[in-house]
T-cell receptor, first 112, second 114 residues
Framework: QKEVEQNSGPLSVPEGAIASLNCTYS??????FFWYRQYSGKSPELIMF????GDKEDGRFTAQLNKASQYVSLLIRDSQPSDSATYLC????????????FGRGTQLTVWP | GAVVSQHPSRVICKSGTSVKIECRSL??????MFWYRQFPKQSLMLMAT?????????EQGVEKDKFLINHASLTLSTLTVTSAHPEDSSFYIC??????????FGPGTRLLVL
């Protein structure tokens, strides 16, 4: 079983819709969870991090964490074409802060 | 915001040569930097953790004698790919952790070994 699993997509939504991205992880000791956005040919940029169960909102983005189910999600409201990218879920390795497992990413396309 | 730079952005080299990639945190001090590698359509794979003033910690399966890491200051870490071969061609990305241990990524270095 891979440490971090994401649906590779592609996920396609119309402009203005809600995009829902999901991620599951295997290490129950993980404490920190991150969502990064990566445009083609570029390095990842941090969107949000979440440490506690529940929801965390930042503008159009909401991260949701359920440690019991080992599940993290990212909701993007009012999706824009500029949101089209690959979204990477990252989970800390528990034993050493900063060392992250990354999922393969979900490719999102927002069409106008 | 936190800015991390990498140099060079692209490099093409001949098989058997060595290539050095620099990673700098421009507006903050980073005690810890990380080096990742990403092959096309694959996830980022952590290669090593670089700590200022001490030896790097390599992930399982990463050859420390092939991928030399030096973290000489709080703003600079270097990765040297020694005796590079075509299978080392990849996208190498560094990240630097701030005091809150949030990682910020550099723009990446695309290495092509002929």
């Amino acid at each position: 079983q891979k440490e971090v699993e994401q649906n590779s997509g592609p996920l396609s939504v119309p402009e203005g819709a809600i995009a829902s991205l999901n991620c599951t992880y295997s290490d129950r000791g993980s404490q920190s969870f991150f969502w990064y956005r990566q445009y083609s040919g570029k390095s990842p940029e941090l969107i949000m991090f979440i440490y506690s169960n529940g929801d965390k909102e930042d503008g159009r983005f909401t991260a949701q964490l359920n440690k019991a189910s080992q599940y993290v999600s990212l909701l993007i409201r009012d999706s824009q074409p500029s949101d089209s990218a690959t979204y990477l879920c990252a989970v800390d390795r528990g034993s050493t802060l900063g060392r992250l497992y990354f999922g393969r990413g979900t490719q999102l396309t927002v069409w106008p | 915001g936190a800015v991390v730079s990498q140099h060079p952005s692209r490099v093409i080299c001949k098989s058997g040569t060595s290539v050095k990639i620099e990673c700098r945190s421009l507006d903050f001090q980073a005690t810890t930097m990380f080096w990742y590698r990403q092959f096309p359509k694959q996830s980022l794979m952590l290669m090593a953790t670089s700590n200022e003033g001490s030896k790097a910690t390599y992930e399982q399966g990463v050859e420390k004698d092939k991928f030399l890491i030096n973290h000489a200051s709080l703003t600079l870490s270097t990765l040297t790919v020694t005796s590079a071969h075509p299978e080392d061609s990849s996208f190498y990305i560094c990240s630097a952790a701030d005091v809150a241990e949030t990682q910020y990524f550099g723009p990446g270095t695309r290495l092509l070994v002929l």
